[in-house]
């Protein structure tokens, strides 16, 4: 049973940092990219960072470039996107992605259950 995990959401002031974890499962780690996708109330899911299995390749979208920061600890089966200069934009359900294959933005098959970020002006 695949099971992706994320935690680290929560409110934050505008200008502030945060970042999230997301603990994977049942499923070969190293052989899967993994992103982070978030959801806005009144907007379609977005992508938003995305990482290779090997965590070498790296690829971000464009509103979050400098700013956000994805990365991979693959002894501890776990995805990080750690988030610099958060604006009230930033603000939405945050879930974490599994992909057998290398192909940002789009998702895979595996999805976290989301974890809420909030940003405050």
């Known amino acids: 049973q695949v099971q992706l995990v994320e935690s680290g959401g929560g409110l934050v002031e505008s200008g502030g940092s945060l970042g999230l974890s997301c603990v994977v499962s049942?499923?070969?780690?190293?052989?899967?990219?993994m992103g982070w996708f978030r959801h806005a109330a009144g907007k379609e899911r977005e992508f938003v960072a995305g990482?290779?299995?090997?965590?070498?390749?790296?690829h971000y979208a464009d509103s979050v470039k400098d700013r956000f920061t994805i990365a991979r600890d693959n002894a501890k089966n776990t995805v990080f996107l750690q988030m610099n200069s958060l604006k009230p934009w930033d603000t939405a359900v945050y879930y974490c992605?599994?992909?057998?294959?290398?192909?940002?933005?789009?998702?895979?098959?595996?999805w976290g259950q989301g974890t809420q970020v909030t940003v405050s002006s």
């Open positions: 049942g499923l070969s780690f190293t052989r899967h990219a």
């Open positions: 992605n599994a992909n057998q294959f290398w192909q940002p933005p789009s998702p895979g098959a595996y």
């Open positions: 990482i290779s299995g090997s965590g070498l390749a790296t």
